[in-house]
């Protein structure tokens, strides 16, 4: 009888032990899902006059941009012009003035009739504007003349982050951002591919933007498109 509730004794302690080991186990567990889920990627990048600090708790970024403006076109086209930029510019009627014309270093575009013409620092409508009034003086009668931007490469968007080839390149119409990351030379082997940070300053101030940069490419989410000097940051993913 002894030896009984001996044994019984040491059933006892070794069954009311294994609990107290699984407990012990499952808190190491839960305090590790809750550290990884508390993980957040805080990164600072300076290039040039830019700078953009990214925060991520997220492998996938939603997918509706609510934060982004619906009309980044009309911003494109509101943007002031500098040298290097490309200017499509059409006159009603009038096929051998119509056409793309570069802006010179010294910010000027030569157009038929009128000569040089300075458009550094003009929204592409103010350019139009300026044409018209000039062919109006003794060229044209009521002349129509449009234009809008083609090539913005004053005006840069940055690539930083896991990319193979980070760096700043030449803003174009309509730029999205898988194709920002593209001219990056695609993502690197770390890259947080859903997790895309686009930081934005607009007239409400600077904004961080999430996109799902893979999705998009599946077509599994809408396209998101860039505006002169935004910052793509791509971060490494959270092991």
């Known amino acids: 009888m002894y030896r009984f509730d001996r044994s019984v004794s040491k059933c006892r302690t070794a069954s009311s032990s294994k609990p107290d080991n699984q407990d012990r186990v499952q808190n190491i567990f839960d305090r590790v899902r809750t550290a990884r889920r508390g993980v957040c990627i805080a990164v600072a990048v300076v290039a040039g006059v830019a700078a953009v600090t990214a925060t991520a708790c997220s492998s996938i970024a939603p997918t509706t941009y609510a934060d982004a403006p619906a009309d980044v076109r009309a911003a494109v086209q509101s943007a002031a012009l500098g040298p290097?930029?490309?200017?499509?510019?059409?006159?009603?009627?009038?096929?051998g003035m119509s056409g793309n014309y570069l802006v010179?270093?010294?910010?000027?575009?030569?157009?038929?009739l009128v000569g040089t013409v300075t458009v550094e620092g003009l929204a592409a409508s103010q350019v139009a504007a300026s044409l018209r009034q000039k062919l109006a003086q003794g060229y044209l009668r009521n002349?129509?003349?449009?234009?809008?931007?083609?090539?913005?490469?004053?005006?840069?968007?940055?690539?930083?982050?896991?990319?193979?080839?980070?760096?700043?390149?030449?803003?174009?119409d309509q730029m999205s951002v898988v194709e920002a990351v593209t001219l990056?030379?695609?993502?690197?082997?770390?890259?947080?591919?859903?997790?895309?940070?686009?930081?934005?300053?607009?007239?409400?101030?600077?904004?961080?933007?999430?996109?799902?940069?893979?999705?998009?490419?599946?077509?599994?989410?809408?396209?998101?498109?860039?505006?002169?000097?935004?910052?793509?940051y791509i971060p490494e993913t959270v092991l």
């Open 104 to 112: 010179s270093p010294s910010g000027q575009i030569d157009f038929p």
């Open 84 to 95: 290097g930029d490309e200017l499509e510019v059409r006159v009603y009627d009038e096929t």
């Open 184 to 232: 990056a030379g695609g993502f690197g082997s770390l890259a947080e591919k859903n997790f895309a940070i686009v930081t934005r300053n607009d007239v409400s101030g600077q904004r961080r933007i999430p996109v799902p940069v893979e999705k998009i490419m599946q077509g599994l989410a809408a396209n998101f498109v860039l505006q002169p000097g935004d910052i793509v």
């Open 143 to 172: 002349p129509s003349v449009t234009a809008q931007v083609k090539t913005l490469n004053s005006k840069k968007v940055f690539v930083l982050g896991e990319v193979k080839a980070p760096g700043r390149f030449p803003f174009t």
